[in-house]
């Protein structure tokens, strides 16, 4: 079988790698861009993930590349702490959690790629327009003029995918909630745990920061850095590009107050070196991925909000589940089917629960009920309402601890 991945990103390259394990090594990616770029700031991977990625066998690469989250801990916009909880391998999951910088994860996956599948099937600089199928065959047509001809073709060419557009031409562009985000990543001194994830405010107002390395022999860390603010009116949206280059003043004079004993924001904005700005946009569920031999992966499937840290986790779970389907389903058909069915009511319930801030409901409640900040936390929500909200949330994306420690892999024996 040959396999056809349209982008080179996280989604597409663990998609390579899991049909390698799987035994499908006819598989060729074709990037846009003409060298596949190490860019982004900080993800955050799920213990859900770190497995698939363990089972692939980079776990040594990830554990050396990026940082195990300790503790996830929410504030309300004064500074106070509303809610803690450990995670990863401190909260029970028997893999870790990683922060770690995007470009070093998709270094990993790029490397491991030219290892294992070769890079003479990785085709940079080769921007798909447009796909055409018949019952023998599938071929993805290149604005340079190209095409080539597999099996199976996966779209998995991001938020603003080409091939999304041709099996849903009414859809439009992504949705814009009015939110705006900053982000960065800073060398600075460690705070709270050291391995402390921390988000800070209320939706559309609101600081996401972690560290996503060890410390360095300077005594920091690479902190990242996501500020958010509700910008819809009065601006424009600004434009969906991951590399759009923003003026730190602009940061400054939206954020420039975030300063608590325990953590300094406003010091951050200045230790950046650039910042840059990306609208928060997602898009409806479909009612349906694959058109024959043609099926969506990752955020070409499922673009969501950055909230509760699932983009990527959830492109990777999207592989590991479509190559064990292709190499164990009878026919093609077959192994769509059953692929957008363990995969796709579990994202669209995701972006669902990612624009109801799904994780973090918490700190919207915090401001609806005690604007102006609290003595105690207790008199803000009722007992074991915190407990309840945390463990909604792991349910719907995935990451029960005992439900992801005794499902079956996803590997291919
Ligand atoms: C440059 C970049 C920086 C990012 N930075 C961050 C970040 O800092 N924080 C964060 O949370 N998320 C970031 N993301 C998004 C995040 O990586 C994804 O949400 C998540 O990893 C899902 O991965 P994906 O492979 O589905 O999509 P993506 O990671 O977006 O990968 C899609 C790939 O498809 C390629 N592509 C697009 N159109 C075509 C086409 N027509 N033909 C061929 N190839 C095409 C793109 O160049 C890209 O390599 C970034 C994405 C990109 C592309």
New binding site residues.
């Given amino acids: 079988m040959k396999v056809l991945i349209?982008?080179?990103?996280?989604?597409?390259?663990?998609l390579a790698l899991s049909l390698h394990a799987a035994g499908i090594d006819d598989v060729d990616v074709?990037?846009?861009?003409p060298v596949?770029?190490e860019?982004?700031?900080?993800?955050n991977v799920l213990p859900h993930a770190v497995r698939e990625l363990t089972e692939l066998g980079l776990d040594d690469e990830l554990a050396a590349a990026g940082l195990a989250t300790g503790e996830f801990v929410m504030f309300n916009k004064h500074g106070q702490r509303i809610w803690a909880e450990p995670r990863g391998l401190a909260a029970g999951y028997r893999w870790p959690q990683y922060s770690i910088h995007?470009?070093r994860l998709?270094g990993i996956l790029h490397r491991a790629f030219l290892r294992r599948v070769g890079g003479h099937r990785l085709h940079a600089a080769?921007?798909?327009?447009c796909s055409s199928q018949d019952h023998r065959s599938v071929s993805a047509h290149?604005?340079d003029g190209t095409a080539a001809e597999g099996d199976v073709l996966v779209g998995?060419?991001?938020?603003?995918?080409?091939?999304r557009m041709q099996l849903h031409p009414d859809e439009g562009p992504p949705l814009w909630n009015g939110i705006t985000m900053w982000?960065a990543v800073a060398r600075a001194e460690p705070f709270l745990s050291g391995r402390s994830m921390v988000i800070l405010g209320y939706f559309g107002k609101r600081a996401v920061i972690y560290p996503i390395t060890t410390l360095g022999d300077d005594g920091c860390t690479l902190v990242n850095i996501?500020l958010e603010a509700k910008t819809a009116q009065g601006r424009p949206m600004p434009r969906q590009d991951?590399?759009h280059r923003v003026d730190r003043d602009e940061v400054r004079a939206l954020f420039g107050w975030m300063r608590f004993d325990w953590i300094d924001v406003a010091m951050l904005i200045e230790a950046a070196e650039q910042w840059?700005q990306?609208p928060m946009v997602d898009r409806d569920p479909l009612a349906r991925w694959s058109f024959g031999r043609v099926t969506l992966?990752?955020?070409?499937?499922h673009?969501?909000y950055?909230v509760g840290?699932n983009?990527?986790s959830?492109?990777i779970l999207?592989a590991r589940t479509l190559a064990r389907m292709l190499a164990l389903e009878g026919s093609i058909d077959a192994a769509l089917d059953a692929y957008e069915s363990a995969r796709r009511p579990a994202t669209a319930a995701v972006v669902l629960s990612n624009r109801l801030v799904g994780a973090e409901t918490c700190m919207e409640l915090a401001e609806e009920r005690a604007p102006h900040g609290f003595e105690r936390v207790e008199e803000v929500f009722a007992p074991g309402e915190l407990e309840r909200l945390s463990a909604e949330y792991k349910r719907t994306a995935g990451f029960d601890p005992v439900t992801l420690n005794d499902r079956p892999s996803l590997s291919v024996e």
Avoid at 30 to 33: G, L, M
Wanted: hydrophobic share 45%; glycine share 20%; charged share 15%.
């Fill in positions: 349209v982008g080179g990103g996280i989604g597409g390259l663990s074709f990037e846009a861009s596949v770029e860019l982004g700031v900080g993800i995007r470009g998709l080769r921007r798909i327009v290149f604005a998995a060419d991001g938020v603003h995918s080409s091939i982000r996501v991951w590399s840059w990306y992966l990752g955020d070409a499937a673009p969501m950055p840290a983009g990527a959830q492109a999207d």
